[in-house]
């Protein structure tokens, strides 16, 4: 089965192309630079191309199957519906979309928001399809390892209301197994932790894992931008900022249906992150 992972180097997408070669599709990653190219696992095809130029759309030719993942930014919801393009001009039997917990929620954020379009557009595309909607990764903790090794302090403003935050290779097996078997077919999964977190919580978890004491950073999103402001292009700045308002102000939990759908789809239930964070604070010590 030959399977197209667009976004196959980046967090999420890598994950998806590890758990596809475990079940012995034969991957293709479309990626913009030929320096990711050389670094794909071997066996793994890479083919340079972006899905702001129509001529990359040849890479969907003769695939059976299409990861879609887009990346944050201007020009998100444009690239997704390219995507879905892509996979119609070509013929592919099945596409796998990933798309965000709960958009509708908020959907004036502009990374949620995008979504809503691209996820009507799969729906009508004629194509076997899954939509898979995560909520905020734990992996995206590794970019904090500065902050709680250095300074002992957790700086992602999540708030106090909860948020259902999942382990990415719970992603990437739900997306392997939709992109590999046809029970899945127009299924619309969210994918979330097994009990939601908070700023608060996600310190004392990644205390007892360090050994040492995090304190959590707050909720002053206007400290928060400062902070960030070297680091992230101004669209990006502004969609999260607005994210972890409406995080502070109403949480992105998951419902007790969505833990019971997951559980079902993957055969286990969802990695917990207090496993996650026992896990890379002793890979952190012994690095």
């Known amino acids: 089965m030959k399977i197209l992972v667009i976004g196959g180097t980046g967090t999420v997408g890598s994950a998806v192309v590890t758990e596809l070669t475990k079940r012995s599709a034969s991957v293709f990653v479309l990626t913009r630079s030929a320096e990711h190219v050389k670094k794909l696992t071997a066996g793994v095809t890479g083919v340079v191309g972006d899905l702001l130029d129509p001529a990359s759309l040849g890479a969907f030719t003769g695939m059976d199957a299409v990861f879609l993942l887009n990346p944050v930014g201007p020009n998100e919801a444009h690239e997704g519906l390219m995507g879905v393009n892509g996979a119609r001009g070509a013929h592919v039997r099945r596409l796998v979309y990933l798309s965000v917990h709960d958009l509708e929620k908020a959907s004036h954020l502009p990374h949620f928001g995008c979504k809503i379009g691209v996820e009507f557009a799969v729906r009508h595309s004629g194509i076997h399809h899954t939509i898979l909607r995560p909520n905020n990764f734990y992996q995206n903790d590794v970019w904090y390892k500065q902050a709680l090794l250095e300074y002992g302090v ?28 046809d029970k899945h077919d127009g299924e619309i999964y969210n994918l ?80 917990k992150f207090s496993d996650y964070t026992a896990e890379i604070a002793a890979l952190w010590k012994s690095s």
């Open 192 to 271: 979330v932790g097994p009990e939601a977190v908070t700023g608060e919580s996600t310190a004392a978890d990644w205390s007892r894992a360090l050994g040492r004491p995090v304190r959590y950073a707050g909720d002053d999103l206007e400290a928060w931008e400062a902070q960030n402001k070297p680091y992230l292009p101004p669209s990006m700045l502004y969609d999260f900022k607005m994210m972890y308002a409406f995080f502070q102000a109403h949480g992105l939990k998951a419902t007790a249906n969505d833990i019971t759908r997951q559980t079902a789809l993957l055969g286990h239930a969802p990695r």
């Open 154 to 181: 957790y700086p992602q403003p999540l708030g106090s209301v909860g948020t259902s935050r999942v382990d990415v290779r719970d992603i990437a097996e739900a997306a392997a197994i939709a992109l590999t078997t």
